[in-house]
T-cell receptor, first 110, second 114 residues
């Protein structure tokens, strides 16, 4: 079963614009992670935010976490064509395994 | 190797056949995970190992699916009497230990059951 729900399911923007993806989850978590998947490839870890953190940055990525609303957002600033991929949130609820959402398909138009 | 290696990358089989998918994790990683991903969906947890033992196999869909990791390194996912609904990409991931956070994924094994 899927824990997280990403919103939107698909997003298409122009190169240089910012892309925001949201993730909602149902149960309490130890941490939440974001992964990226290029078409036909494996997943690549982007960033991890712990339950006691509210915001985290890594390069052009900014992640926020609101545990009271059970939601997270991933912001990619100054998007590039190479950012085209699917993005997944994954939650660690303490059971030592990650539960992934359905993903957001991001398309960056040159 | 430097990353998680999965073989075969593609497997086409007929309904009812037996299939084995292999995963070679990053050296030194004690935790190993199997996920299944259908088209347009997120990865779905199947099973994970901490060392040689299956710590959580709650995601295996039925008793046709079985996985082993006899020496705490390479793992094999075994599917008996394959069905068309088993068609998916099977992803393997490893981490330093369970709960360590970041998972390192392989490229996956695409299984097609005709």
């Amino acid at each position: 079963s899927q824990q997280g729900e990403e919103d939107p399911q698909a997003l298409s923007i122009q190169e240089g614009e910012n892309a925001t993806m949201n993730c909602s989850y149902k149960t309490s978590i130890n941490n939440l992670q974001w992964y990226r998947q290029n078409s036909g490839r494996g997943l690549v870890h982007l960033i991890l935010i712990r339950s006691n953190e509210r915001e985290k940055h890594s390069g052009r990525l900014r992640v926020t976490l609101d545990t009271s609303k059970k939601s997270s957002s991933l912001l990619i600033t100054a998007s590039r064509a190479a950012d085209t991929a699917s993005y997944f949130c994954a939650t660690d609820g303490g059971a030592q395994k990650l539960v992934f959402g359905q993903g957001t398909r991001l398309t960056i138009n040159p | 190797g430097a990353g998680v290696s999965q073989t075969p990358s593609n497997k086409v089989t007929e309904k009812g056949k037996y299939v084995e998918l292999r995963c070679d994790p990053i050296s030194g990683h004690t935790a190993l995970y199997w996920y299944r991903q259908s088209l347009g969906q997120g990865p779905e947890f199947l099973i994970y190992f901490q060392g040689t033992g299956a710590a959580d196999d709650s995601g295996l869909p039925n008793d046709r699916f079985f996985a082993v990791r006899p020496e705490g390194s390479v793992s094999t996912l075994k599917i008996q009497r394959t069905e068309r609904g088993d068609s998916a990409v099977y992803l393997c991931a490893s981490s330093l230990w369970s709960g360590a956070g970041e998972l390192f994924f392989g490229e996956g094994s695409r299984l097609t059951v005709l």
